[in-house]
């Protein structure tokens, strides 16, 4: 099992971005999936989460500009980061929570990361 992310890359302040992440291997069920940042110098916090059923949550620092979506069908999580700003520079990661078809229990799992710089 493994997560691939995409979609990082340089924004200017004010623009937009979308990320997306795919899970791949011998999935049985995934659980909760979210996207984590850490900036340099800083500890890896929690952007967005959400839940298999649709339940999301989401970082204050983030509320009414980010958006946590998936799609169960495809095994796919994305974040839509819109009115982007310089502190939101960091190397993000996607997480599942994922049952191989191997093993009774759930296991997390951490995409490889993908850089997002805000900048002018």
């Known amino acids: 099992v493994q997560l691939q992310a995409s979609g990082g890359g340089l924004v200017q302040p004010g623009g937009s971005l979308r990320l997306s992440c795919a899970a791949s291997g011998s999935i049985f069920s995934i659980n909760d999936m979210a996207w984590y940042r850490q900036a340099p110098g800083k500890e890896r916090e929690s952007v967005a989460e959400?839940?298999?059923?649709?339940?999301?949550d989401y970082a204050d620092s983030v509320k009414g500009r980010f958006t946590i979506s998936r799609d169960n069908a495809k095994n796919t999580v994305a974040l839509q980061m819109n009115s982007l700003k310089p502190e939101d520079t960091a190397v993000y990661y996607c997480?599942?929570?994922?049952?191989?078809?191997?093993?009774?229990?759930?296991?997390?799992?951490w995409g490889q990361g993908t850089q997002v710089t805000v900048s002018s």
């Open positions: 959400i839940t298999s059923g649709g339940s999301v």
């Open positions: 997480y599942a929570k994922i049952r191989s078809v191997w093993y009774a229990s759930f296991e997390s799992f």
